[in-house]
């Protein structure tokens, strides 16, 4: 299958619940195969990057588009340790993983809870084409 981007936005966004569950590789996985690609599950999103890699993607800087995955590494503290990633939805400028994350549209806007945004960890952005 071809990756179609919009698809996977339109899948994150119809299946986002009202707040965090902790299942954001999961959900954001199951966005991208409902854009066309087979991805294995990782047990942590911050390990996410390998199999994006492995499916087409590559890591990209500066301007979002439909379709970006960001892959946010942990915290390192009890309660953070499984990273955190997420999906761009350039149409409604928004991040969403298991939940529509609204604290900003750029890069900042990534970031999930409160210490994330605090601390900022490493990221990469992945795109395929």
């Known amino acids: 299958m071809t990756w179609n981007p919009l698809n ?4 994150a966004r119809v299946h986002a619940l009202p ?3 902790g299942y954001c590789g999961r959900y954001v996985s199951n966005a991208i195969r409902a854009g066309g690609l087979n991805l294995p599950n990782t047990h942590h999103a ?6 994006l890699e492995q ?7 500066g301007n979002l588009r439909e379709g970006d995955v ?3 590494q942990s ?3 009890t309660g953070h340790t499984d990273g955190h990633t997420c999906i761009y939805d350039a149409h409604h400028r928004q991040w969403i993983s298991d939940y529509r994350q609204t604290h900003g ?3 900042e806007g990534m970031y999930s809870g409160p210490e994330y945004r605090k601390r900022r960890p490493a990221y990469k952005i992945y795109r395929h084409d």
């Not at 996977?8 to 899948?11: G, L, N, Q």
């Not at 911050?46 to 199999?51: E, F, L």
């Not at 499916?55 to 800087?61: D, M, R, S, T, W």
């Open 105 to 107: 549209s750029g890069e």
């Open 46 to 51: 911050r390990d996410m990057g390998r199999t």
């Open 55 to 61: 499916a087409g993607f590559y890591e990209v800087h």
């Open 75 to 77: 915290l390192g503290i």
């Open 8 to 11: 996977a936005v339109s899948y």
């Open 19 to 21: 707040k965090s569950s």
């Open 70 to 72: 960001a892959v946010i």
